[in-house]
Each structure stands twice: as C-alpha cells, then as structure tokens.
C-alpha cells in the first residue's frame, strides 16, 4: 500500500477562519511533508517533519502551523489566511528523511480557496 | 546553484505517436533523477528514478527515461501516447537530504 490520504480534498475559509488540513499514511514512513502547488507551477516545499519532529521550515509563515501528533498523522492548522494562500496543498511521505535515495509519496491534495 | 530546467511548457502529440520530454539539470555531480506525473486535480505520482547504473531507466505505465551524463539530462519517452496520459509532467532533481527540486512543469495534451 503506497497511499497518502488527504482530508479535505476542497476547503473554502474566510480571512478570519480556522481550519486544519490532515494527512496520514500507513506505510510505517517516518518522513512526512506538506508542500504548496499554485496553478501550473511545481510543489513548492513547506515543511519536513522527520520521526515526527519539525526538521526543515522553509520560511513558511505563522498563520500556518503543521502538527504530526504521530508516526501516521500529519496536520496543517490554518489561521488568518490570505487570499493568495488559496493553492493545492500537498503532502508526502517518505521511509525517511535526509536520504537522497527516498522516493515521496503524495496523497491527492486538499484544494483550498482563502476569500 | 543547482537547478532543474524543463524547457517545454506545453507539448501537444497525436494519440499513438511517440512522446519525449525534456529534463536537464545543473550540477557538478551526479544527483538523483525523478519523473512525476499530475493528472488534473490530483497529487503526484511516480513514473520512474535514477540512482546509479544502467542510464536507462523503465517505469510504469510504459515510460521510460534515459540519463545522459554528458548532457545533463533526464528525459522521459513513451513510444506510442494514450489519451490518459494528458497531465503534468514534473522532473525532479535531489542533490542532498531529500530535498526535492521540482522543475516547471511540462504540460502534455493528446489529440486524437
């Protein structure tokens, strides 16, 4: 089994808005990952969380916090979003993290509109 | 600094015709080489990786990609186009960790 899951697959928040964006996998990877998709342009990395602590923070601002609460789960909260967070968020999961070699799995997505 | 260039944004080929898209990268050494394909509104999925050994490389769906040192490049073919293989296509390079360079992305429509 190489499935990631997303819930929700489409979300539509106001500016004020709090929501979370799930991801899980059972595939017993320690390496998971959220990423950002705009229209027509490549997966922009987010976060990497790795046995389930935050390794890389590519300058992500706060109004987007991730949560991994375990191996299996992987959680984007949303907070104060603004119009142009509106994107396909994406996560991945790999066996681990830090290893050229890993192949990321991605779930479908969660299509998010920020009004 | 390293980067990933696919230089097609949009390729149109007739159903049963054959496919190549290009993917070259920029770096010293040899990194490792992914192909990804996005159907429409969904996530990516793998076709095929390079590490090391026999440039040619197959995957599923009856892609395949060559590596070609000299060149750096990473592109993939199909001999012959099915309908459902209109997407996005995404070459990948990683260098170190497993941090992920996506290239921009060429998007593939099949007529029939």
């Known amino acids: 089994d190489t499935e990631v899951t997303q819930t929700p697959k489409h979300l539509v928040m106001g500016m004020t808005n709090k929501k979370s964006l799930k991801c899980e996998q059972h595939m017993g990877h320690r390496a998971m990952y959220w990423y950002k998709q705009k229209a027509k342009k490549p997966p922009e990395l987010m976060f990497v969380y790795s046995y389930e602590k935050l390794s890389i923070n590519e300058s992500v601002p706060s109004r987007f916090s991730p949560e991994c609460p375990n191996s299996s789960l992987l959680n984007l909260h949303l907070h104060a979003l603004q119009p142009e967070d509106s994107a396909l968020y994406l996560c991945?999961?790999?066996?681990?993290?830090?290893?050229?070699?890993?192949?990321?799995?991605f779930g479908p997505g969660t299509r998010l509109l920020v009004l | 600094a390293q980067s990933v260039t696919q230089p097609d944004i949009h390729i149109t080929v007739s159903e049963g015709a054959s496919l190549e898209l290009r993917c070259n990268y920029s770096y010293g050494a040899t990194p490792y080489l992914f192909w990804y394909v996005q159907s429409p509104g969904q996530g990516l999925q793998l076709l095929l990786k390079?590490?090391?050994?026999?440039?040619l490389v197959q995957g599923i769906k009856g892609f395949e990609a060559e590596f070609k040192r000299s060149q750096s490049s990473f592109n993939l073919r199909k001999p012959s186009v099915h309908w459902s293989d209109a997407a996005e296509y995404f070459c990948?390079?990683?260098?170190?960790?497993?941090?992920?360079?996506f290239g921009t992305g060429t998007s593939l429509t099949v007529i029939p």
């Open positions: 991945a999961s790999s066996q681990l993290a830090g290893v050229a070699q890993e192949t990321q799995y």
């Open positions: 990948a390079v990683v260098l170190t960790g497993n941090q992920f360079y």
């Open positions: 390079y590490f090391s050994g026999d440039t």
